[in-house]
């Protein structure tokens, strides 16, 4: 890693010297961000989920439905 250089007005920032990239040092912001990060990646995968259950029960239906008319149509 490089050197790192205070941001003024700023405690909790560096930025790396060789880079120009400008670091947050604040360990507990960082594990917010990642509990956040985790937090949107686990509601994402609900959402996949739900969207997944919601289509398979659409094709279920279709599939009763059908079902329900051939029977239908042997007692006519």
């Excluded at 990642?34 to 919601?54: F, G, H, P, S, T």
């Amino acid at each position: 890693m490089g050197k790192f250089s205070a941001i003024e007005g700023h405690p909790n920032l560096v930025k790396d010297t060789r880079s120009g990239a400008v670091l947050n040092i604040n360990k507990n912001e960082i594990e917010n961000a990642k509990k956040l990060k985790q937090q949107r990646k686990i509601k994402n995968q609900e959402q996949e989920q739900l969207k997944q259950d919601v289509a398979d029960l659409k094709n279920d239906m279709a599939g009763i439905r059908q079902l329900l008319v051939q029977i239908v149509e042997k007692f006519k």
